[in-house]
């Protein structure tokens, strides 16, 4: 092997050695110290990992929208219709029923886009809330058969008030 | 004592290895992701016309990832709004037009280098409005770093071209075949292991008691409306707690695979079948972590006889 061919080989060597070196140690940072997905695609993986016990509660969250036009029916408007996503949209409805600090910002940024972005245009949105808890046999079937939803809070998209429930 | 780690070492990183290893690795994660990924099973949540809408519709929610701020900034799209439609558009046809030459190895290293950052972009941005997803995240590495070995040495047009201009047979075998496969193969093992750690440190023991499973059943059967997940809820908790055993030692001994050919077979049809259980049953998809099983090829290949001759022996029994 020439010299010329020799250091080409090496260096590849060393470059690739670079390379392994912070993929890997990139990844292992990032799971011994996660960052929230801050490094994505480096992230962690703690899905699913707090354990819960008999008894507790899972609670889903819609936003439903009551159109402008006397009698049409309510309708769920889902996250990706106005530029959200799933957990986003859901952590925007909980800090708006539970009236947290920026609830308020929620509210207006909720009733912006779905004017712009719903049809038929809604007057008034809801929050709504379904729950289901876990017994210690698992779920009772009729939990599921007989979605029971409540209403916790309620706006008006172009009026500046909201009434929580 | 050094001397002999760092020889160890060498070896495990850049000992000979066949180029078409590397190469399956390539077709399978450029053409997934291009062919399949880029559209499915989020296909409108992926789609060009559902991140035009989150520029508009969801700009208020636009906090860039530390990633996407780094490509952008090249491109003058480092504002404090989402990028410009066209820009997006255009990222879009050069993930899909890089992806399809990276896939089939023509011009491969340019289309490999376009269409890793065009890919990495695109999710990047899709996860910049507050909201992130682990699914991709090991596949879009996994690009990058083929794209910078000799993913297309062979098994492809570039080789074909090469090999009819000089009339000389394409290698077999290169010291540089190994490493990509290697990281995405230890990549994968850090992330099992996360996934284990998290469980254990987060709640140590009583993660196992059926009921934690018996919630997140609840969780995605409400979010989601499905029957699978609603079905699985409503059984006795202490029916979960042996699955749930039988996925976090999966998840903890994963990197047996790697350090342990004989047994790559055995940890590999676990870890597939415990993410095809999760997504029977809860609808989570985890299919690029799948596919990325290829980067064991080389593991499978030296074992191809073990489950073979296992199961021909069961038959004989």
């Given at each position: ?7 080409t080989r090496v260096l590849k060597k060393s470059l690739a050695s670079v390379v392994v070196a912070g993929v890997l140690g990139m990844q292992a940072a990032e799971v011994v110290s996660p960052h929230d997905g801050r490094w994505w695609p480096f992230v962690d993986y703690p899905m699913y990992s707090q354990a819960v016990g008999p008894g507790a509660t899972s609670r889903m969250l819609e936003l439903r929208a009551i159109p402008c036009h006397r009698g049409s029916p309510a309708r769920r408007v889902t996250p990706y219709e106005i530029g959200y996503k799933e957990f986003r949209l859901v952590g925007s409805l909980r800090g708006i029923a539970r009236a947290d600090r920026t609830a308020s910002a929620d509210r207006d940024a909720l009733s912006r886009v779905t004017a712009a972005h719903v049809v038929p245009a809604p007057c008034i949105l809801e ?39 | ?317």
């Amino acid at each position: 092997m020439s010299d010329a061919s020799r250091q080409t080989r090496v260096l590849k060597k060393s470059l690739a050695s670079v390379v392994v070196a912070g993929v890997l140690g990139m990844q292992a940072a990032e799971v011994v110290s996660p960052h929230d997905g801050r490094w994505w695609p480096f992230v962690d993986y703690p899905m699913y990992s707090q354990a819960v016990g008999p008894g507790a509660t899972s609670r889903m969250l819609e936003l439903r929208a009551i159109p402008c036009h006397r009698g049409s029916p309510a309708r769920r408007v889902t996250p990706y219709e106005i530029g959200y996503k799933e957990f986003r949209l859901v952590g925007s409805l909980r800090g708006i029923a539970r009236a947290d600090r920026t609830a308020s910002a929620d509210r207006d940024a909720l009733s912006r886009v779905t004017a712009a972005h719903v049809v038929p245009a809604p007057c008034i949105l809801e929050i709504w809330e379904r729950a289901v808890t876990t017994t210690a046999h698992g779920v009772e079937p009729e939990q599921f058969r007989r979605p029971a939803w409540n209403r916790l809070a309620s706006w008006e998209v172009a009026g500046p008030g909201s009434v929580n429930e | 004592m050094i001397a002999a780690a760092l020889q160890a070492l060498d070896r495990h990183w850049f000992a000979p290895g066949r180029l078409s290893d590397l190469a399956l690795v390539r077709i399978i994660a450029f053409g997934s992701q291009t062919g399949i990924f880029l559209w499915y099973p989020d296909a409108r949540v992926r789609s060009l016309p559902e991140q035009l809408l989150q520029t508009s519709a969801g700009a208020h929610l636009y906090d860039p990832l530390p990633l996407l701020r780094i490509m952008l900034w090249p491109f003058g799209q480092l504002s404090a709004g989402p990028p410009e439609p066209a820009f997006l558009t255009t990222v879009y046809v050069i993930a899909v037009a890089a992806g399809a030459l990276a896939t089939i190895g023509l011009f491969a290293r340019p289309a490999m280098l376009a269409a890793a950052a065009a890919h990495a972009l695109i999710v990047a941005h899709h996860y910049s409005y507050g909201e992130y997803h682990h699914a991709e995240a090991l596949m879009i590495i996994a690009l990058g770093v083929l794209a910078l070995g000799p993913s297309a040495q062979v098994w492809s047009v570039d080789a074909a071209r090469r090999r009819r201009r000089t009339g000389s047979p394409n290698p077999a075998l290169s010291e540089f075949a190994r490493w990509p496969l290697r990281v995405v193969q230890w990549l994968l093992a850090l992330s099992y292991l996360s996934a284990a750690m998290s469980k254990l440190v987060t709640s140590r023991l009583s993660w196992f008691n059926g009921h934690t499973m018996t919630f997140y059943y609840t969780a995605v059967a409400l979010a989601t409306d499905r029957e699978a997940p609603a079905h699985m809820a409503t059984l006795p908790p202490a029916l979960h707690i042996l699955p749930s055993i039988i996925a976090w030692v999966v998840e903890a001994v994963f990197f047996v695979a790697i350090l342990k050919p004989r047994y790559t077979w055995v940890v590999l049809l676990f870890g597939a079948l415990l993410h095809l259980t999760v997504y029977a049953t809860m609808g989570i998809a985890f299919f690029q972590t799948l596919l990325l099983y290829s980067v064991f090829v080389e593991h499978l290949r030296l074992t191809a006889g073990t489950p073979r001759d296992w199961l021909k022996r069961r038959r004989d029994r």
